[in-house]
């Protein structure tokens, strides 16, 4: 079993940057594909970065690709999201997600991933 923590979450100004932590319990993130996914208020989950088990490849909505960066720290056995350029839009709930294995055809999936966290918020003014 795995359990993710989230942090890192706050509120920021448009043109602003936030870097999101995930903490993992009872597995090592360098076993796992991970990923970082939003929600915003009555809207539906989306992908937003991934990262596969053995950190070879990345994958980014094009959202936010060249402004989001998803990293892996295996010594703290944490998964990062450094965000910059923020704006408005970005404002949501942001879960990690992690898997033993991903598939590029479906690493922006939600029932790719077994285990979700509970999510941090992130708010952006304008």
């Known amino acids: 079993q795995v359990q993710l923590a989230e942090s890192g979450g706050g509120l920021t100004q448009a043109g602003g940057s936030m870097r999101l932590s995930c903490a993992a319990s009872?597995?090592?993130?360098?076993?796992?594909?991970m990923a970082w996914f939003r929600q915003a208020p009555g809207k539906q989950r989306d992908f937003v970065a991934a990262?596969?088990?053995?950190?070879?490849?990345?994958y980014y909505a094009d959202s936010v690709k060249g402004r989001f960066t998803i990293s892996r720290d295996n010594a703290r056995n944490t998964v990062r999201l450094e965000m910059n350029s923020l704006t408005p839009d970005d404002t949501a709930v942001y879960y990690c997600?992690?898997?033993?294995?991903?598939?590029?055809?479906?690493?922006?999936?939600?029932?790719?991933?077994?285990?979700w966290g509970q999510g941090t918020q992130v708010a952006v003014s304008s």
């Open positions: 009872g597995r090592v993130v360098s076993g796992l594909g």
């Open positions: 990262l596969t088990h053995d950190g070879g490849n990345t």
């Open positions: 997600a992690a898997n033993a294995r991903l598939h590029r055809a479906t690493v922006s999936w939600v029932k790719a991933y077994a285990y």
